[in-house]
């Protein structure tokens, strides 16, 4: 009986043993699903924020290339319409440029002479010691045989009057050209001006100048003594000027002309350069020609 007995606490113990170590792996479990289903939560929750953040970056960059589009778009349209606008006012500049003035006097327009200046230019060798803006004039002046000076490569040493010994009313009346005729005589001049100066006849270049002549602001007369020291150093160049614009000054009669310059220069011992820029010049009458009485140019 006591056997029985004791078997029986060793059984029930053994039992209770079971239980609890069954219970203990229950909780176990109980707590490693848990631990696992909150993994599973946190893992699908940054997820879904990380998904949400790229959805909305997304969203921010096509907005982002909406804006973008939008506004080339508008700044191309702006760009066509300052174009057209630009465009219109130079037309519009254009067809009121010449003004007639009732005067007596016009003088016949004079031979037209072209240049023999090549319309395309070889691919000539740069030459890294000289830098010009302009053959007409030179910008800079010669030294130590390769730099030019800052001045106009011309130098003219007599200077021609305007004719001022009649008023235009009491000289002879002769027949108003039309624009035509008159835009013919200003390239004509243009092209016999541009030869004389290619052909570094000074005396006679100075004789398309008035005494009070300025290039740049700048009395024609205070500027020769570089323009001989810069001819010298160079050994032959072309020049012509393109005529653009130009428009009768009512104050004075004289004639205001905008246009293009190209010139190719080559110093000795060098290789040929090509500039071109913006000019312009007053001119006088003079006969059956003009007279420059103010000459600007730029780059």
Not at 242 to 264: A, C, H, M, W
Request: charged share 30%; glycine share 2%.
């Amino acid at each position: 009986a006591e056997k029985a007995a004791a078997e029986k606490v060793v059984a029930e113990k053994a039992a209770a043993g079971k239980v609890a170590a069954e219970k203990a792996a229950a909780m176990k479990a109980a707590a490693e699903k848990v631990a696992i289903e909150r993994a599973a939560a946190e893992k699908a929750a940054v997820e879904k924020a990380a998904a949400e953040k790229a959805t909305a970056e997304k969203i921010a960059a096509e907005k982002a290339a909406v804006d973008k589009a939008a506004a080339e778009k508008a700044a191309a349209e702006e760009a066509v319409a300052e174009k057209a606008a630009a465009e219109k006012a130079v037309a519009e500049k254009q067809e009121a440029a010449v003004v007639e003035i009732n005067i007596n006097t016009q003088p016949q327009p004079i031979a037209k002479v072209v240049p023999d200046f090549p319309n395309t230019l070889p691919d000539y060798e740069k030459q890294e010691s000289v830098s010009l803006t302009n053959l007409q004039p030179l910008e800079s002046e010669v030294k130590e045989g390769s730099k030019i000076e800052e001045s106009d490569i011309k130098e003219p040493v007599v200077t021609a009057e305007t004719d001022t010994s009649l008023p235009q009313e009491l000289k002879t009346e002769e027949k108003i050209p039309s624009q035509q005729d008159r835009k013919e005589r200003l390239e004509s001049f243009l092209n016999i001006y541009c030869q004389t100066y290619a052909s570094k006849d000074l005396d006679k270049f100075a004789t398309f100048f008035t005494s009070d002549a300025t290039e740049n602001n700048t009395p024609f007369q205070d500027m020769l003594p570089n323009y001989r020291k810069n001819m010298e150093k160079i050994e032959s160049f072309n020049y012509r000027i393109e005529l653009v614009d130009y428009s009768l000054l009512p104050d004075t009669g004289n004639i205001s002309i905008q246009g293009k310059y190209f010139t190719r220069f080559l110093l000795h011992e060098g290789t040929w350069q090509e500039n071109s820029g913006s000019i312009s010049m007053e001119l006088t009458e003079n006969d059956d020609s003009y007279l420059v009485k103010r000459l600007n140019y730029g780059k």
